[in-house]
């Protein structure tokens, strides 16, 4: 009669683990290459536009821009008191007094350095040369 009672613990204990098994299997997340999709327009001085376009488990916007070094898209700047200073992109440098690279996500002005400006599945982002008027 023990040993009855003991095998159905067994098969019940077993029986919850497939369907603990088959619940975490069936509810998980799809595996893909990087769950954010981020775009990256640059614009350059002369007003011509390239895009990029990545999947990333980026956090921050400097971590995009460092993955999209490997699709030819370079940047540098220097360290701040405010963060990274972006002074080049794709080898056009803003002299600092007559221009600059802008940066925004979707559409407005970014609040924050790159290397501390959130990435956001489906964000925008626009890296423009201005002009200082």
């Given at each position: 009669?023990?040993?009855?009672?003991?095998?159905?613990?067994?098969?019940?204990?077993?029986?919850?683990?497939?369907?603990?098994?088959?619940?975490?299997?069936?509810?998980?997340?799809?595996?893909?290459?990087?769950?954010?999709?981020?775009?990256?327009?640059?614009?350059?001085?002369?007003?011509?536009?390239?895009?990029?376009?990545?999947?990333?488990?980026?956090?921050?916007?400097?971590?995009?821009?460092?993955?999209?070094?490997?699709?030819?898209?370079?940047?540098?700047?220097?360290?701040?008191?405010?963060?990274?200073?972006?002074?080049t992109v794709n080898g056009i440098k803003a002299d600092n007094i007559n221009a600059y690279w802008a940066f925004y996500v979707n559409g407005e002005y970014c609040n924050y350095s790159i290397d501390r400006q959130?990435?956001?599945?489906?964000?925008?982002?626009?890296?423009?040369?201005?002009?200082?008027?």
């Amino acid at each position: 009669m023990k040993s009855k009672k003991y095998l159905y613990g067994i098969v019940a204990v077993a029986a919850a683990i497939v369907v603990m098994l088959i619940i975490y299997l069936v509810g998980k997340p799809d595996v893909t290459i990087g769950s954010k999709s981020v775009d990256i327009a640059v614009t350059d001085d002369e007003g011509y536009e390239k895009q990029y376009f990545i999947n990333t488990e980026a956090q921050y916007l400097k971590q995009v821009m460092d993955e999209l070094e490997q699709k030819d898209f370079k940047y540098s700047g220097e360290e701040g008191e405010y963060g990274l200073y972006v002074d080049t992109v794709n080898g056009i440098k803003a002299d600092n007094i007559n221009a600059y690279w802008a940066f925004y996500v979707n559409g407005e002005y970014c609040n924050y350095s790159i290397d501390r400006q959130p990435v956001n599945d489906g964000d925008v982002f626009e890296i423009v040369y201005e002009e200082i008027k």
